[in-house]
């Protein structure tokens, strides 16, 4: 009988932590535990998320894919011909600033990808069109980075195959933008960005 009390008092300790843990969690990062839950069905719905318990590859086969040649490119004279002291420095075609983020800017050409158009890249992750490029035309593509060295030393130039997560509409807003990044569920990419 002592031991089916003690038993039982560990549980109900050991609940209490658990729901004081979610709480906490909750109040902290503003995630709901329905959030993670959703996300996690998500992701494991549209074969994002390969756990190494997974013997199978994900499966992109439900997306439209392409054929492109990747390059990387900054915001800088390099790339674009504009210092920083320029008033169109880091301004893509779409209006919309550049970025490196969960989903991140990419120049393309947009008669193949309209801007506001997500495409999943591998070992770059999620681009959106944001951008064009007086040599990006055709299968090609254009990945943003923060400077020239991460260019060389992450991406340089590939033929890769995307996958055309959605088509654009042909506009995209820093709103947009802004909410795709901060999109709670997506947070937990965040991690392996860099």
């Not at 994900?58 to 800088?76: E, N």
């Not at 075609?93 to 050409?109: H, W």
Request: a positive charge.
């Amino acid at each position: 009988m002592l031991l089916l009390k003690s038993i039982c008092r560990r549980l109900i300790m050991t609940l209490l932590l658990i729901g004081a843990l979610v709480t906490t969690f909750q109040a902290i990062s503003g995630v709901k535990v329905e959030d993670i839950h959703e996300w996690w069905k998500t992701i494991h719905s549209q074969g994002i998320l390969q756990t190494s318990a997974q013997a199978k590859p994900i499966d992109w086969s439900k997306y439209p894919s392409v054929k492109v040649t990747a390059t990387g490119y900054t915001a800088g004279v390099e790339s674009t011909g504009k210092t920083k002291h320029h008033p169109a420095y880091g301004i893509t075609k779409s209006g919309v600033r550049v970025k490196r983020d969960l989903f991140s800017t990419i120049a393309a050409d947009t008669r193949i990808f309209p801007i506001g158009t997500v495409l999943w890249i591998p070992n770059y992750g999620f681009g959106v069109v944001a951008d064009t490029g007086s040599a990006i035309k055709g299968h090609k593509i254009d990945l943003y980075y923060n400077t020239v060295k991460d260019v060389y030393r992450k991406w340089g130039k590939k033929t890769v195959t995307v996958y055309i997560i959605e088509k654009g509409k042909g506009k995209l807003t820093e709103q947009d933008l802004k909410r795709m990044n901060e999109d709670k569920s997506m947070q937990v990419f965040r991690q392996q960005l860099y």
